[in-house]
């Protein structure tokens, strides 16, 4: 049976999936249907190709069982949706939506982490400025003020070191403090994730890869057998698969970590595939938006290996430039292939436009 797989949002995580539609053993797939709010999207890039079809219109109920009704199965590129509309489509969602509603205001991810026994870092909600003045009496300074919805690559998040910022910071948010929750700040050695899927109720994941963020953004991923002390890596793989057990769905799922005092603590998790794993396109035996799409339409998944080593190198607009990142490539050329994917985004501010991966030779 052929079927039609529905994408909503059309940014680079949707065309790098779509991107997969060609390959033989997909042949199960009629068509891909992409839905996006905006008209400037990288999934553009797909137009000619006649499995594609991308439609453009608000995320408004109508519009989307519109959409649904095209579709067999539905997936997303993106985690703030309106969960309530997406209760009312008729059509199976991956990863499921009862998980996205947990995921999607991050205190409550926090709280649903806690409750069932996983690693997390200390934190509290925040209904007045007492709440915050009560933690900062326990936990002192640094603390870190997150927003619970809608935030990305940093945006949201603000670190305060001293009564000084925090005053600043309150003056423009008194009133919407309802919005945000407080976490003590993890002076962390390091950010690694971890990403995989389930097949067939059996968890499939990558090995864990060390991440490096300027400014709240991801700028380097890097995977090497030895780049994580192994002891660290056991415990990431082991808390992977208790989440994986309690998010019980198909579809890629990843989670970034920090490590501190050999010891790790779930930091976010991601229902969708991630930015740092892009590296998989070129490092491993199959990338991970070939493990999401086969994850979600019940096809086998071999075993999840790193081939070779190799970095991920984020190009972002105003911050690291693909001229950068290719004079960092001039130093290590003879020992690294290189591959260049760019996203068909404009250079607005501080924005991820494509990636640079290097490619260990062999």
């Known amino acids: 049976m052929r079927m039609n797989i529905g994408i909503l949002g059309g940014g680079q995580l949707a065309y790098m999936l779509s991107e997969n539609i060609d390959k033989n053993f997909f042949n199960i797939i009629e068509c891909i249907y992409i839905y996006s709010d905006k008209y400037d999207i990288p999934c553009n890039l797909l137009k000619e190709n006649t499995k594609i079809s991308i439609i453009y219109g608000d995320y408004t109920l109508q519009n989307l069982i519109d959409f649904s009704n095209k579709c067999d199965i539905i997936t997303y590129e993106f985690e703030n949706i309106d969960i309530n509309i997406l209760k009312q489509l008729e059509k199976p969602i991956y990863p499921d939506i009862k998980y996205l509603e947990i ?44 927003a619970r919805r ?11 070191q001293n009564e000084e910022e ?14 945000y929750y407080i976490e003590d700040f993890i002076n962390f050695n390091s950010e690694l994730s971890i990403c995989g899927a389930k ?14 963020h300027q400014k709240n953004i991801l700028i380097k991923t890097e995977y090497t057998n030895d780049i994580i002390k192994n002891n660290i890596k056991s415990k990431v793989k082991n808390i992977y698969c208790d989440l994986l057990s309690l998010f019980d769905t198909k579809g890629v799922i990843c989670c970034e970590f920090f490590e501190y005092n050999n010891d790790v603590y779930i930091n976010e998790i991601a229902l969708r595939v991630h930015n740092t794993y892009h590296i998989s396109l070129d490092c491993c035996n199959i990338s991970q938006f070939e493990l999401h799409l086969r994850s979600i339409l019940d096809l086998d998944i071999p075993k999840l290996i790193f081939n070779k080593n190799g970095y991920m190198y984020n ?32 250079p607005l501010g501080i924005r991820k436009i494509g990636h640079v991966n290097f490619i260990e030779k062999i």
């Open 315 to 346: 190009m972002i607009s105003n911050l690291q430039t693909e001229d950068d990142i290719l004079d960092i490539y001039q130093n290590i050329k003879d020992k690294y292939d290189i591959k260049v994917k760019k996203y068909n985004k404009k």
């Open 199 to 212: 097949n067939n109720g059996i968890i499939k994941f990558y090995e864990p890869v060390k991440n490096l």
């Open 166 to 179: 925090l005053n600043n910071w309150l003056m423009d948010n008194k009133n919407v403090l309802n919005k």
């Open 150 to 160: 809608g935030s990305f690559d940093g945006r949201g998040n603000k670190v305060i």
């Open 103 to 146: 995921i999607q205001d991050k205190l409550i991810q926090k709280d649903f982490l806690k409750e069932n026994n996983l690693n997390v870092g200390v934190y509290n909600i925040i209904n007045s400025t007492e709440d915050i003045h009560d933690f900062i009496k326990v936990y002192d300074y640094p603390i870190i003020i997150k």
